[in-house]
């Protein structure tokens, strides 16, 4: 995936590779996924959007993922250096950074309801989500 994963995560996802139930699972959900249709509804968005891609992604190349935000109405679209696939797992720290970022830049930081929680402190009102 490209993803560099700390031994802890890396572990579970072996253990989930090695369940045929699993595997079976996960590749018939992907089998049945209509790509085509998606991108198409994906013109229809119209909230604010972000897509991030990590740089080193090997499963959706950032080429890939630029052309779907293009079909997104105002979304923006921003490749983040040195992360695979799961950069969610590599770096959420700093991933949560990212959509702080683009929240408080829409204006919708201030916004009642709105709260992530990063590394210790929260931003926003409301729940406590972790981002």
């Known amino acids: 995936t490209g993803s560099r994963l700390p031994p802890d995560v890396l ?3 072996e253990a989930l590779t090695a369940s045929p139930t699993h595997v079976h699972t996960a590749l018939t ?3 049945q996924w209509d790509l ?6 994906s013109a229809t ?3 604010p959007s972000l897509l991030l891609a990590g740089a080193e992604d090997r499963w959706v190349i950032p080429a890939d993922a630029a052309r779907v935000a293009e079909h997104i109405p105002g979304a923006r679209f921003r490749v ?4 695979g696939h799961l950069m969610h797992e590599e770096a959420g ?4 950074e990212e959509l702080l970022q683009a929240i ?5 930081r201030e916004r009642a309801g709105v ?3 990063v590394s210790g402190h929260t931003s926003g009102h409301g729940a406590r989500p972790h981002a």
């Open 80 to 83: 983040v250096p040195g992360l």
């Open 29 to 31: 959900m992907m089998a």
């Open 36 to 41: 085509r249709a998606l991108l198409l509804d």
């Open 93 to 96: 720290d700093q991933l949560a």
């Open 104 to 108: 408080g830049e829409l204006g919708l």
């Open 11 to 13: 572990a579970c996802y």
């Open 45 to 47: 968005l119209r909230l």
């Open 115 to 117: 709260a992530v929680h």
